[in-house]
Each structure stands twice: as C-alpha cells, then as structure tokens.
T-cell receptor, first 113, second 117 residues
Framework: GENVEQHPSTLSVQEGDSAVIKCTYS??????FPWYKQELGKRPQLIID?????GEKKDQRIAVTLNKTAKHFSLHITETQPEDSAVYFC????????????FGAGTRLAVHP | GAVVSQHPSRVICKSGTSVKIECRSL??????MFWYRQFPKKSLMLMAT?????????EQGVEKDKFLINHASLTLSTLTVTSAHPEDSSFYIC?????????????FGPGTRLTVT
C-alpha cells in the first residue's frame, strides 16, 4: 500500500521568508497529491493539489512541484505571513471512486512577525 | 460549494455507552465518504471507507464491530462508536468525495471531539 513521508515535522520562519515542505510517496500508481492546511481545532482545508500529468502548479504565494520519477512532491510558500502558521499535511492516492488518500505526518509551520 | 457538515461537534459520554456521529454532504452527492481519527498533534489516521449502499471497508487494526459505519444515502454517513471506552476519546473527522468517477478532491467535515468519561 501507499506510504507517505513528510519533512520537516516542524518549521519556523520569519515573516516574509519562504517555507518548503517535502513529501515522498511509495506507490508509483498514485496520481493525485493534495496539500491541506489545518488550524488548531479546525478541519483540514485543501490549499492546493497537483495531478500526475503536470510537474508544477502555482496559486498566488503557494506552489507545488511533483517529481514522478523520484516520487516526491513539495509545497512552497513564498512571502510567508503569520496567518500561514498552521499544520500542513501532504497526501497521495488515486483519483476517483473509492480510492483513499494516505496522509503524511504533518508539518507544524510557525511564521514569526 | 462542497460543504460537509458533522454532528455533533462535541460529545461527552460515559464508558459503555454508544455514540453516533453524522457526516453530511450539504451541496453534493457523495458515493464515498471517509472516516478519520486524529490524536492531538498527530496526523489523520484513516479508519474506514464508507460506500453508499454497501459495507464499509475498514483499515487494518480498526475493529468493525466497535466502529459501525452506515452510508444509507448519497449525502449521509454515520459512525457509531459502540461500548465506548476512555481510549476512544479523540477527534473524529469525515470527508466526502463527490460522486464522479473522475473526481479527485475530498472535502472535510469540521470534526467531532469525543470525550469518554
């Protein structure tokens, strides 16, 4: 089955700096890689996702890259702001139907003013 | 769009009793819903995949007789924690995937915090 590893577990940056979170997956059949942001006591919110037919996707200050050969994908946040502080989870899986997502262990990001 | 609700948001029950948690997709149909458990400062642990009109698929190590799942309609799945024990205390979150063979996204409910005393 799929296994997802996520690093680092904690990340502390100064406001305005960039933050990078990396994940690796084991199942080469996986074709969907979402990233979720979870604030304390709240539901995970999808912030960006990438499908296996593209290598990079960007949405304002957030970007995700995918290297299918190496089986790893990364989240990049530029110009970080204090409100970016949260736990970020990567996930990998197959699209559609009953297919499940496997989540990484999470990265606790702290952005200091 | 793509809103998922959960009820109740918090529940406290005594050991030995059963608790039912509802997960609803409010503005879309979901053939498949997922139930997760999350411990403090930990990741989302998939418990089971709930399929409308059929039996749920449980992950290894999850007791199906303890965590009963019923997906009676395309907008509702329920998780019943039977004979609850203090170690069942946790944050339970559901997610729903729109009924579309090509759908990718899962949308999460707000979670239910269960405390067993």
């Amino acid at each position: 089955g799929e296994n997802v590893e996520q690093h680092p577990s904690t990340l502390s940056v100064q406001e305005g700096d960039s933050a990078v979170i990396k994940c690796t997956y084991s199942d080469s059949a996986s074709n969907y890689f979402p990233w979720y942001k979870q604030e304390l006591g709240k539901r995970p919110q999808l912030i960006i996702d990438i499908r296996s037919n593209v290598g990079e996707k960007k949405d304002q200050r957030i970007a995700v890259t995918l290297n299918k050969t190496a089986k790893h994908f990364s989240l990049h946040i530029t110009e970080t702001q204090p409100e970016d502080s949260a736990v970020y989870f990567c996930a990998a899986g197959l699209s559609g139907g009953y297919n499940k997502l496997i989540f990484g262990a999470g990265t606790r990001l702290a952005v200091h003013p | 769009g793509a809103v998922v609700s959960q009820h109740p948001s918090r529940v406290i029950c005594k050991s030995g009793t059963s608790v039912k948690i509802e997960c609803r997709s409010l503005d879309f149909q979901a053939t498949t819903m997922f139930w997760y458990r999350q411990f403090p400062k930990k990741s989302l642990m998939l418990m089971a995949t709930s399929n409308e009109g059929s039996k749920a698929t449980y992950e290894q190590g999850v007791e199906k007789d303890k965590f009963l799942i019923n997906h009676a309609s395309l907008t509702l799945s329920t998780l019943t924690v039977t004979s609850a024990h203090p170690e069942d205390s946790s944050f339970y979150i559901c997610s729903a995937r729109p009924t579309d063979i090509l759908s990718y996204e899962q949308y999460f409910g707000p979670g239910t915090r269960l405390t067993v005393t």
